[in-house]
């Protein structure tokens, strides 16, 4: 089955908008605050980069890996790949996401953090597809919400590549 990524959804030029809207609107809030940017890996790292470039107070820049799936079926339970190095208590914190779907596993990590400590912890997602979710989750910083399609490039990959593309693209299966 060929793979195709022609079609492009968002174009660079429309993702440099929205990271100008999203850190206007971050700086406004935080204004000038230190603040705990936790980068989720892997597909958030282009966009986590990119948005702290915008910022304009004291940032400390951490990542996590996480799951709650094995293959399609969401498990219930958090697992944690890779954990933060820096301690988050007393500390305002952006979770920093690429895309929410369902929002199983980001609920999971907002309930494991908010045990941490932290003085405040806020969500940013890239790209939210609010017609798949399956809680009550709502990110504090929207990027782009998108149709239910499956979707790579600035980050997001099938299988780990695409990730590359400087525009989002719908894959099709032929």
């Not at 850190?23 to 948005?51: C, H, K, M």
């Not at 596993?105 to 494991?112: P, Y």
């Amino acid at each position: 089955m060929a793979i195709n990524t022609d079609q492009v959804l968002i174009t660079h030029d429309e993702i440099e908008q929205m990271l100008d809207r999203i850190s206007a609107e971050i700086n406004r809030d935080y204004n000038g605050t230190p603040l705990v940017v936790v980068g989720i890996l892997t597909g958030a790292f282009i966009f986590t980069a990119d948005l702290i470039k915008r910022l304009n107070m004291p940032v400390i820049v951490d990542f996590m890996q996480v799951s709650s799936y094995v293959g399609e079926f969401s498990t219930g339970n958090l697992k944690i790949k890779k954990d933060l190095s820096y301690d988050i208590k007393d500390k305002n914190v952006l979770i920093v996401e690429d895309i929410i779907d369902t929002g199983r596993t980001l609920a999971l990590l907002k309930e494991q953090l908010w045990s941490r400590g932290p003085k405040s912890l806020k969500i940013c997602t890239a790209f939210d597809k609010p017609s798949r979710r399956v809680n009550d989750l709502v990110p504090d910083y929207n990027g782009i919400t998108i149709p239910d399609e499956f979707i790579v490039g600035y980050g997001l990959d099938l299988d780990g590549e695409y990730r590359n593309f400087d525009d989002v693209r719908i894959v099709r299966k032929e």
